[in-house]
């Protein structure tokens, strides 16, 4: 039978019928934008994160534009970020009009490397992105001082720092609820979370065509509005999310249990880390991607280009070796089946076929010496 990379249908299975019995309620209301499913998640979502303020939107990508919108990012400003991240971090600063500047990553935590960020600052530096990479927290005090962090937590939902939410510590996080992520929807969805309340009620501003009334217009906006469909799932999921992340924690540590680790570096497990993905590190990783693929097992390599190589950023000047743990970090990374719900058969299936590629490799290796 085969696994998997991620098996989203598993996590909500047991909930089909609550969940049936929302989305009914949401259609004999006749009520899609705006109404009261979107403002009761949006106030449960703030207490769950422990921040004054909660604005739902379309999705992880408008709450990133949203946010250096309502800072009044533009044109000649510097938003530092990484480049071993997927492409709409980047792209929400390049959508206000200001510059991306890639920053390097630890090669531990492949979050942003604190001190390659601070050799980054420019008098142009309006802004940190800070991504909490595969759920990995980055802790923010970590980075620079006096320059406002905005954190892209669209992977990270439920992870913690010291003890505190990733999303509220920094002038405002991010979240996105594409179905894979660790809170998820039936779609699209995002958050933005402040403590701010004026940057909140910016932000609130710009997602409904910068009106408040449909009526005055008092900004350039966009029409970015989390609905009543996806507010009604994600209000039943809230409930469930810490559960799911203990789950993936648990099975994090099963795949190391299972001997993983004398096969591939494994992620540094820390306390607040809810394993959005499992990403190991191997100096062959399309061997062990085509070995699980014939075995019928999912995987997925992400980032193989970082940002600051791709095509659309080549006038930024980087050139390869400019960031040198990022782009060993897109050579070397895999990620291995993991969900809310794998059983330890198949996660032993897994390592088994890890197992025989690499130790398949080793043995030619030494049979050419």
Same mark, same amino acid.
């Given at each position: 039978?085969?696994?998997?990379?991620?098996?989203?249908?598993?996590?909500?299975?047991?909930?089909?019928?609550?969940?049936?019995?929302?989305?009914?309620?949401?259609?004999?209301?006749?009520?899609?934008?705006?109404?009261?499913?979107?403002?009761?998640?949006?106030?449960?979502?703030?207490?769950?994160?422990?921040?004054?303020?909660?604005?739902?939107?379309?999705?992880?990508?408008?709450?990133?534009?949203?946010?250096?919108?309502?800072?009044?990012?533009?044109? @000649?400003?510097? /938003?530092?970020?990484? =480049?071993?991240?997927? *492409?709409?971090?980047?792209? $929400?600063?390049? !959508? #206000? %009009? &200001?510059?991306?500047?890639?920053?390097?990553?630890?090669?531990?935590?492949?979050?942003?490397?604190?001190?390659?960020?601070?050799?980054?600052?420019?008098?142009?530096?309006?802004?940190?992105?800070?991504?909490?990479?595969?759920?990995?927290?980055?802790?923010?005090?970590?980075?620079?001082? @006096?320059?406002? /962090?905005?954190?892209? =937590?669209?992977?990270? *939902?439920?992870?913690?720092? $010291?003890?505190? !939410? #990733? %999303? &509220?510590?920094?002038?405002?996080?991010?979240?996105?609820?594409?179905?894979?992520?660790?809170?998820?929807?039936?779609?699209?969805?995002?958050?933005?979370?402040?403590?701010?309340?004026?940057?909140?009620?910016?932000?609130?501003?710009?997602?409904?065509?910068?009106?408040?009334?449909?009526?005055?217009?008092?900004?350039?906006?966009?029409?970015?509005?989390?609905?009543?469909?996806?507010? $009604?799932?994600? !209000?039943?999921?809230?409930?469930?999310?810490?559960?799911?992340?203990?789950?993936?924690?648990?099975?994090?540590?099963?795949?190391?249990?299972?001997?993983?680790?004398?096969?591939?570096?494994?992620?540094?497990?820390?306390?607040?880390?809810?394993?959005?993905?499992?990403?190991?590190?191997?100096?062959?990783?399309?061997?062990?991607?085509?070995?699980?693929?014939?075995?019928?097992?999912?995987?997925?390599?992400?980032?193989?280009?970082?940002?600051?190589?791709?095509?659309?950023?080549?006038?930024?000047?980087?050139?390869?070796?400019?960031?040198?743990?990022?782009?060993?970090?897109?050579?070397?990374?895999?990620?291995?089946?993991?969900?809310?719900?794998?059983?330890?058969?198949?996660?032993?299936?897994?390592?088994?076929?890890?197992?025989?590629?690499?130790?398949?490799?080793?043995?030619?290796?030494?049979?050419?010496?």
């Amino acid at each position: 039978m085969s696994i998997p990379h991620i098996d989203v249908k598993a996590q909500y299975a047991p909930l089909l019928g609550e969940l049936k019995e929302r989305l009914s309620a949401v259609l004999d209301s006749g009520r899609f934008i705006l109404g009261p499913e979107v403002r009761a998640f949006e106030e449960e979502a703030a207490a769950y994160l422990g921040v004054g303020e909660a604005v739902g939107v379309a999705n992880g990508t408008d709450a990133l534009v949203l946010v250096l919108d309502a800072l009044g990012v533009g044109p @000649g400003d510097e /938003v530092l970020c990484p =480049a071993f991240t997927f *492409f709409a971090t980047a792209e $929400a600063v390049s !959508r #206000v %009009g &200001a510059t991306p500047v890639f920053c390097d990553i630890d090669p531990v935590t492949l979050n942003l490397d604190p001190e390659d960020v601070a050799s980054r600052v420019t008098p142009r530096t309006r802004a940190v992105l800070a991504v909490h990479l595969f759920g990995r927290p980055l802790p923010l005090d970590d980075l620079p001082a @006096g320059i406002p /962090v905005i954190e892209d =937590a669209a992977q990270a *939902f439920g992870a913690s720092v $010291a003890g505190a !939410r #990733v %999303g &509220a510590a920094g002038v405002a996080g991010t979240f996105s609820f594409f179905p894979t992520k660790n809170l998820f929807g039936l779609g699209d969805g995002g958050l933005v979370v402040t403590d701010d309340q004026e940057l909140a009620e910016c932000v609130r501003l710009l997602r409904f065509h910068g009106s408040r009334d449909k009526e005055r217009f008092e900004a350039v906006g966009m029409n970015s509005r989390l609905d009543e469909i996806q507010a $009604a799932a994600l !209000r039943l999921f809230l409930g469930h999310v810490d559960g799911w992340n203990t789950t993936r924690r648990e099975a994090a540590a099963r795949y190391a249990e299972l001997g993983l680790g004398e096969l591939c570096e494994l992620p540094r497990d820390e306390p607040g880390h809810v394993y959005h993905m499992y990403v190991v590190r191997t100096p062959a990783p399309g061997r062990i991607a085509d070995a699980l693929a014939a075995a019928e097992i999912g995987c997925a390599r992400y980032y193989t280009t970082p940002l600051h190589l791709q095509p659309v950023y080549a006038g930024l000047g980087y050139a390869p070796g400019s960031l040198p743990e990022t782009e060993r970090a897109a050579r070397e990374t895999i990620a291995l089946p993991l969900w809310a719900g794998i059983s330890p058969t198949q996660q032993e299936r897994v390592v088994a076929t890890v197992r025989a590629a690499v130790e398949t490799r080793t043995s030619r290796e030494v049979a050419r010496s």
